[in-house]
């Protein structure tokens, strides 16, 4: 199925993923760019990541209501409530993180927290291409998905629960047979907080 406005958008062979390269214009790329520059960093990880909405404790895993950061800034509500208008969402999105990878940073294999976070899990990726890995862990299939720039990757239903997904840590990425060197990459995941 392939939402209302969504119609540039792509089926993979996971119930519940669907990636739609250009969701936004090169202009509003630049511009997300330059504002995510403008914002503190937070260094407690290997790589730099920003939080709104709600603050993901790394170490508890968790997300707890006394986390909350306060509405999201304009600039990513006008997103949020895209995303909504789009139909990806049920309500606006109200937790973000901006996670920045340099060549040879990535993320490992992990199912976002299920008693934290909706159904919906959403990222935006700006700057360089790089590879997600999901693999189902009951049957150790695994997909590969190209992230361009610009480009939205949904997860929901049993692509969110059911398939981890990782960013390998490598300085580059095969392609189609092509190695393709990774320079900086920002994305911003956008989510709905389970409320208790």
Sequence with gaps: MILPGLENSLEIDIS?????????????????????????WN??????????????????????????????????????????????????????????????????????CTPCFGDTIASLSLGSSCVMQLTHPASSQREDI?????????????????????IPARKSDTINGIKHPRTRRVSLTFRMMVKS
């Design 16 to 40: 519940g993923l669907k990636y739609i390269p250009d969701y936004i214009s090169a202009e509003q790329h630049d511009a997300l760019i330059t504002q995510i520059d403008a914002q503190l």
């Design 43 to 112: 260094n407690e990880l290997k790589r730099r990541v920003q939080h709104y909405g709600y603050r993901y404790d790394y170490k508890a895993r968790m997300v707890h209501d006394t986390s909350y950061l306060g509405p999201l800034p304009d600039w990513l509500a006008s997103f949020a409530r895209r995303l909504y208008a789009d139909g990806i969402f049920p309500n606006f999105p109200d937790q973000v993180i901006v996670n920045e990878y340099e060549p040879g940073q990535g993320i490992s294999a992990h199912i976002d």
């Design 146 to 166: 190209s992230l361009y720039p610009r480009s939205l990757i949904i997860l929901s239903g049993n692509a969110r629960y059911q398939w981890t997904h990782a």
